[in-house]
């Protein structure tokens, strides 16, 4: 890493801002920046995890009906795909932190893929919804669930399920509404990549942007049991 | 172009090997298989408290090598600290209050 003039303190990285004494400094503090960020989206969807817990055991059997109903192979597909995605991100992150630009960018790349794949599946689950009438609203209707031994369910049990699939699109939704909202990151992130502007002594920019997309990844890991496999026995 | 000379005497990053990645990666997938095969096995009260602890476990994985927190400053724990107590005063404070009105007739909390 050395370079033709070695005088450390006289040459200053392009990258480096006025108000950081050093790279490790600036690095620090935009990583730390970062885990602020997500301590306070844990809290975030933690408001809607907490209403999630209180109802699910006070209206039990609907929050099962209303699991079952959820696909759960391509639930599965899904946290495959997503835990595929951290992998290439943590790839990429590792190839920047080498220098290796080709490889940052295809690695990138993979990560947008799979999270697009992840929103497709996403989009095929929620159209069977608005198919069924399980969207809450006016339209809203429990016809299609039923209870453990394929018995329709009681009027009460029926009515409750809508909170099952509003705490369901709400937790699912903000969820992806995260993805959708990292995918252009990790593009804008592969394009700056592509054209050398991380190396090495910086790539800053990229190490966070995977901190964002693994605390996504980690959001689903959670959601995906208890949305997609409430067991109907309580 | 990017290698600078100010930046030799930085702290070199520590750089994660691409095998503990791979290896992460795979425990992550054993995790979801075990979880997906746990909810069809009746374990009782214990199906959730199985699965939420197989989430733990992944989420920490992820954390630790994915995320770099292992190989992070003291600081950065503090903030996923703190983040996690609130959380579980939030879910636990909740929780004892559903638990009271349910044991203690204090009312049905449904109604």
Request: charged residues 10%; glycine residues 8%.
């Amino acid at each position: 890493m050395s370079s033709p003039s070695e005088t450390p303190v006289a040459v200053h990285h392009p990258a480096l801002r006025h108000h950081f004494d050093t790279m490790a400094t600036q690095k620090d503090s935009s990583l730390l920046g970062m885990w602020v960020f997500i301590a306070q989206e844990i809290m975030f969807f933690g408001g809607m995890l907490a209403a999630y817990a209180i109802y699910r055991n006070v209206y039990y059997d609907a929050f099962a009906a209303g699991s079952h109903h959820l696909d759960v192979k391509l639930g599965t597909v899904n946290t495959a795909v997503l835990i595929c995605s951290s992998l290439t991100m943590a790839l990429g992150v590792h190839a920047a932190a080498l220098g290796k630009r080709k490889a940052t960018v295809l690695f990138l790349l993979l990560t947008i893929a799979l999270g697009s794949v992840f929103l497709g599946i996403k989009v095929v689950e929620y159209a069977d919804k608005f198919h069924h009438d399980l969207v809450p609203g006016p339209r809203y209707s429990a016809e299609g669930l039923h209870g453990p031994h394929g018995e329709a369910l009681t009027a009460d049990t029926a009515r409750h399920s809508e909170l099952f699939f509003a705490l369901y699109f709400g937790l699912t939704g903000l969820h992806a509404l995260h993805m959708i909202i990292g995918v252009p990151i990790i593009a804008i992130m592969a394009w700056k990549a592509g054209h050398g502007r991380f190396g090495p002594g910086y790539y800053t920019p990229v190490e966070v942007t995977g901190l964002y997309w693994h605390f996504v990844d980690i959001v689903w890991i959670f959601l995906f049991p208890l949305l997609y496999l409430i067991p109907h026995h309580a | 172009m990017p290698e600078h000379a100010a930046d030799s005497h930085a702290q070199p990053d520590h750089v994660v090997p691409v095998g503990t990645y791979v290896l992460v990666f795979l425990a992550l997938m054993v995790g979801t298989a075990v979880t997906v095969a746990a909810s069809y096995v009746d374990l009782g009260m214990w199906n959730t408290p199985v699965a939420m602890l197989i989430a733990v476990t992944k989420a920490g994985l992820v954390v630790s090598f994915f995320m770099h927190l292992k190989y992070s400053p003291r600081l950065y724990w503090i903030w996923l600290g703190a983040a996690v107590f609130f959380l579980a005063h939030l879910l636990l404070g909740t929780g004892a209050d559903f638990l009271g009105h349910l044991f203690l007739n204090l009312g049905s909390p449904g109604t």
